[in-house]
């Protein structure tokens, strides 16, 4: 099923068609194997869209209803994290290899502790890796028989409208503490919210999509952007954890200047994007959606005409 609402159908409808639609890809996705990292990632991101949805729809839900969904994804989303974070590293340092010969070493010594099942306490075993996989499978089954039993109330535009509001709100908010502190916290306070941004872009896809596919885009590089700065503060955090001795020391200090220097080039592009894409404020984000919702309702039932300069043009072309 299309992760968007359509423009006429019932809010109610459309939320529990999105979040099944969802949940039913993780479920039938292949999952073991060499397939389990596919999974793992794409259920992840079906988990996040999900929690986008009901947050979109929150004042159609009641605060109670949308805690108790939110918090149920999530937890589903936070046990398979373990499984994902020991790949996300390997591409971290793939990333950060070849810069230098002091560099490569020490992403080299880091490499292989994280490889080691005798030391590293992120490579998960595949006896554990396969149960974790098991109980998301179980999990996922819940939430989809809750899922699609859904009650929520409103009118679509101006439900959604105020999901819109709280988005911005929230994005506009995470800027400004980042811009304030530019802390590891923040940066990843920050890309939670150009996520959801993302996501409910999507959602109303339909109301302009020319318009839409630009934010849309624009916060897909954003996110791109910020989660290669969190990636390499989990890096970073990781070798510092590692450290044993002097040696070990100085090789943690060669990767966390190199993660840290990473990530303020990262941030020297992403700030004035985020500033652009929250540039809204967070009413008129919201009137701007309402409004543009009903306009398109109004333009899919009007005749199908072409300017007259367009058919002058083409009269002329055709004579020619």
């Not at 309402?290 to 009007?302: F, K, M, Q, S, V």
Request: a positive charge.
């Amino acid at each position: 099923m299309a992760y968007r609402f359509k423009l006429k159908e019932d809010l109610r409808d459309g939320v529990r068609r999105i979040a099944t639609g969802q949940i039913d890809r993780a479920l039938a996705a292949p999952h073991a194997g060499d397939k389990r990292a596919g999974w793992v990632h794409d259920t992840r991101k079906a988990l996040k869209r999900t929690r986008a949805l009901l947050r979109c729809v929150r004042e159609g839900l009641g605060d109670k209803a949308f805690r108790d969904e939110n918090a149920a994804l999530r937890l589903i989303a936070g046990n398979l994290s373990s499984l994902r974070d020991h790949d996300v590293m390997a591409d971290t340092i793939g990333r950060l290899t070849g810069q230098n010969d002091e560099l490569d070493e020490a992403l080299c010594w880091l490499g292989g502790v994280l490889t080691d099942p005798a030391v590293s306490k992120v490579a998960p075993s595949a006896r554990s890796a396969t149960a974790t996989v098991r109980q998301a499978l179980k999990e996922l089954a819940k939430a989809r028989s809750r899922l699609e039993k859904l009650e929520v109330s409103g009118e679509i535009a101006d439900i959604v409208a105020a999901g819109v509001r709280a988005c911005q709100r929230t994005g506009r908010d995470s800027l400004s503490r980042l811009a304030a502190d530019p802390s590891d916290e923040n940066v990843h306070e920050l890309r939670k919210a150009v996520q959801t941004y993302q996501r409910q872009q999507t959602l109303v896809l339909a109301v302009w999509p020319e318009q839409q596919g630009v934010r849309i885009e624009a916060a897909r590089r954003l996110s791109q952007l910020l989660g290669e700065a969190q990636d390499l503060a989990v890096l970073g955090a990781t070798a510092q954890a590692q450290v044993k001795d002097a040696a070990q020391k100085a090789l943690a200090d060669h990767i966390i200047a190199a993660c840290r220097a990473r990530q303020a080039e990262l941030r020297e592009v992403a700030m004035p994007l985020a500033f652009r894409l929250f540039a809204l404020r967070p009413k008129a984000a919201a009137a701007e959606l309402a409004a543009g919702w009903r306009a398109a309702i109004d333009l899919a039932a009007a005749p199908d005409v072409e300017p007259r300069a367009a058919v002058r043009s083409q009269a002329m072309a055709s004579v020619e």
